[in-house]
């Protein structure tokens, strides 16, 4: 008799129910009133009490109030947004292993013994030394007391790139902040299984004395804080990120070589049976090894999954059941979904339960050469999974399959057990651990450079602009059809299915318009411009030294996103770092056929940008403005001013002039300041956006580009009076996320990031937080 039959909820039907509730919950906009969560609970139970069984609707229902209660519990965990900061002092135990990075140290902290709401939250924080000194010595396990600024999570909206707001939320945190004010002081020495893993990381770290100890350290702990933006492109261009932390395949390793030591050890000791039967102490030791094993890892959704499916499989053993393997993933699913249903905001949790998925499904139950089947499992999951990995990564891996066919066995079958057994082996004696670790590392090298020139190839990796939203279903079916069973006709016709998705249409702007996207970068600017055929970057956003670098963060996945591999032209206003800081960034990712900047900015390899320089794209006429042959360069002063004329309006972007030279430009030529959109000068200081300027452009749409709570406190009250009193619509990228105005034969329509793309977490949506601009003066 299966188990399942005496289980009937916990099927995979059930499962998929489950989680259809709760993602669609969360996909809405806003939390469910408790009203209707009520009234859908009530209809729901009606519904079983006539059918006189839990349905799969019952179960959707079910979903769907408990993500919707759920997600109103971690959004009421969060600080409100106003005001903007909070000054205090907390107490608190370091919960992550903390990231040290050349110019600060960040790592979580759940609060305790602190009179506020905070009391048992979680807060990320940011720890910055004072120039010259060595990063904070900070580590998991201790408990300190921080004098802390702290705000509500808070992130840039962009058409692709990372959602810091729905991270912050499926993580539970409070606030984000940094210390400020005072000394921290360290109160108790590490503890708990944080601190071991950041003691363990260190041992492996001195024990191999080389670079290498950042990978070892990941597939042996999932510690991946010393993997830098070089590994991390290569591992995605080659399409081995699931491999380089702890994965499923890792708890399940462990779980079996421990389950087959208990079968020796009862082998050779026949009496042990008589207290505790082989199977049952097998799968027991099993579950133990797998359960200490996830919790070294931090307990990441592919081990869980594992960890759960193994424990299940285990109390089969015991009970004398079989279950099914797609019942045994439904079980698993169903226990992650009941624990946190926010779970499914994880790309890892798509990854890891959908490609179990496919290969159940795909792969025989025997049979086939090893070799065979590697192949077989590699293409099952190239296919099943690349319209995941481009919806959520929006790039697919075109050496993938290749480096996976590699780095599978020898990763999986020796780099990693060398890795996990340095642990059980340190243990026993530090010299054994080292030397397994060693022994790792040098393995892992052999295969290395071979993975560094598939990556660094000019075809690795493959953008993919975003798809509609029909696109990943469509892809999804023609994976599915793809895979059925030989002599299913119509396959070649499957490949229609992906087009959508590999191929979508990139909304390019008819001749003689334009469209304009204001990238959301935080305090500063960055603008593409795009006509029919060509690409312009106005601008390419702020950037610190060794930190936050918004070319990187925010630029190029934009760029990525509206299929832009190309630029055209580049065109920084003046050599600020609230303007050209992103760009080096930008040119190491995306080639571009002209660069030009104020003359004397210092920009390298930029030709000077010079008033009454023009030039026509597709219908599309673009004029400098500013600054004239001759003129000194001045910082703001000197910023290249732009005018686009396309037929439907037209765009003014001026950089950061203040009024001395908007008075100058509206002396000169008041006609040519003349738009329809324009980006408020300076970000909306109050040394700018003259009133005489204002009433030169005419502009019906004025746009700010500023950083959410910016210290400077843009944009001035008194300029954003001005320009409401002209009757301009007003945009801020702040309370908007990045904007996007089409200048098309309908006249200028607008759509906004944090509109069209509105999500329940959106930081815009708590208490105190404005829908518009905000009002503030310097």
Request: include cysteine; glycine fraction near 10%.
């Amino acid at each position: 008799m299966d188990a399942a039959a005496r289980t009937p909820l916990l099927t995979p039907i059930n499962a998929v129910a489950l989680l259809t509730g709760i993602g669609a919950c969360l996909a809405l906009p806003f939390v469910p009133p408790s009203g209707a969560l009520a009234l859908l609970l009530a209809a729901a139970a009606v519904a079983t009490l006539r059918l006189r069984r839990i349905g799969p609707m019952s179960i959707f229902v079910f979903g769907f109030v408990w993500a919707a209660l759920q997600a109103g519990h971690a959004l009421r965990q969060q600080l409100p947004a106003s005001p903007p900061h909070l000054d205090m002092v907390v107490v608190g135990q370091v919960v992550s292993l903390p990231r040290i990075e050349p110019r600060r140290i960040a790592f979580d902290v759940v609060v305790h013994e602190t009179p506020s709401r905070l009391d048992g939250r979680t807060v990320r924080i940011a720890w910055y030394p004072r120039r010259g000194e060595a990063p904070p010595s900070v580590h998991a396990g201790e408990r300190w007391r921080f004098p802390l600024r702290l705000r509500a999570p808070r992130g840039l909206r962009n058409p692709s790139g990372s959602d810091s707001e729905k991270h912050a939320f499926a993580d539970r945190l409070a606030a984000t902040g940094y210390v400020r004010g005072g000394v921290p002081v360290r109160l108790q020495a590490a503890s708990g299984i944080a601190g071991w893993r950041d003691v363990t990381s260190r041992r492996i770290e001195a024990a191999i004395g080389t670079r290498t100890s950042r990978f070892i350290r990941a597939l042996a702990l999932g510690d991946t804080r010393f993997l830098d933006d070089a590994d991390w492109t290569i591992l995605r261009a080659d399409g081995l990120t699931h491999l380089i932390a702890i994965s499923g395949f890792h708890v399940g390793m462990v779980a079996g070589f421990l389950a087959l030591l208990v079968r020796l050890a009862w082998w050779l000791l026949p009496a042990l049976a008589r207290h505790i039967p082989a199977r049952i102490a097998a799968a027991g030791a099993g579950v133990a090894g797998a359960t200490v094993y996830a919790a070294a890892s931090g307990f990441a959704i592919p081990t869980v999954r594992t960890l759960l499916m193994i424990a299940v499989v285990a109390g089969a053993q015991c009970a004398r059941r079989s279950i099914a393997m797609p019942t045994v993933l439904a079980m698993a699913a169903i226990a992650i979904l009941l624990v946190d249903p926010l779970a499914v905001l994880s790309a890892g949790f798509w990854l890891s339960f959908l490609g179990v998925v496919w290969l159940l499904w795909c792969m025989p139950s025997r049979g086939g050469s090893a070799l065979g089947n590697l192949a077989r499992a590699q293409g099952v999951a190239t296919v099943g999974l690349l319209p995941l990995t481009v919806v959520l990564f929006g790039q697919a891996s075109l050496v993938g399959p290749v480096a996976n066919l590699v780095a599978v066995p020898w990763w999986s079958l020796v780099v990693a057990p060398l890795s996990v057994a340095g642990i059980a082996l340190d243990a026993l004696h530090p010299t054994l651990g080292g030397v397994a670790w060693r022994l790792a590392a040098w393995c892992f090298d052999i295969a290395w450079p071979l993975f560094e020139r598939l990556g660094s190839s000019a075809w690795a990796l493959w953008y993919l602009p975003e798809g509609s939203m029909l696109a990943l279903p469509l892809a999804l079916a023609g994976a599915f059809w793809m895979m059925l069973p030989r002599g299913v006709p119509g396959k070649p016709l499957a490949l229609l299915l992906w087009l959508p998705l590999l191929w979508p249409d990139p909304h390019r702007p008819p001749p003689g318009a334009l469209e304009v996207t204001v990238i959301d970068v935080g305090q500063g600017l960055s603008v593409l411009v795009r006509t029919r055929t060509h690409t312009l970057l106005y601008d390419a956003g702020p950037a610190m030294p060794d930190g936050f670098d918004a070319g990187e963060r925010a630029v190029i996945p934009t760029l990525h996103a509206r299929g832009v591999r190309r630029l055209d032209r580049i065109l920084i206003s003046h050599a600020d770092a609230d303007h050209a800081g992103g760009l080096a960034a930008v040119q190491r990712e995306v080639p571009s056929a002209s660069l030009a900047a104020p003359e004397g900015s210092g920009i390298d390899g930029a030709r000077p940008c010079l008033a009454g320089e023009s030039w026509s794209w597709n219908g599309v006429r673009f004029r400098l403005l500013h600054p004239p042959p001759l003129f000194p360069y001045l910082a703001n002063d000197s910023s290249c001013v732009l005018r686009i004329e396309g037929r439907h309006g037209s765009v003014l972007l001026a950089g950061d002039i203040s009024s001395l030279v908007e008075e100058r430009l509206v002396a000169a030529d008041p006609a040519s300041l003349r738009a329809d959109l324009v980006m408020v000068t300076h970000h909306g200081s109050r040394h700018s956006s003259s009133p005489a300027f204002i009433a030169a452009t005419g502009a019906r749409d004025a746009v700010f580009s500023t950083g959410h709570a910016n210290r400077f406190r843009h944009p001035n009250e008194e300029v954003v009076a001005r320009w409401s009193a002209t009757g301009a619509r007003l945009w801020n990228t702040a309370d908007q996320g990045a904007l996007t105005f089409l200048l098309g034969p309908g006249g200028v329509t607008a759509s906004a990031r944090r509109r069209t793309a509105s999500r329940l977490w959106d930081a815009t949506h708590r208490p105190g937080a404005t829908a518009g601009l905000s009002y503030r003066g310097d």
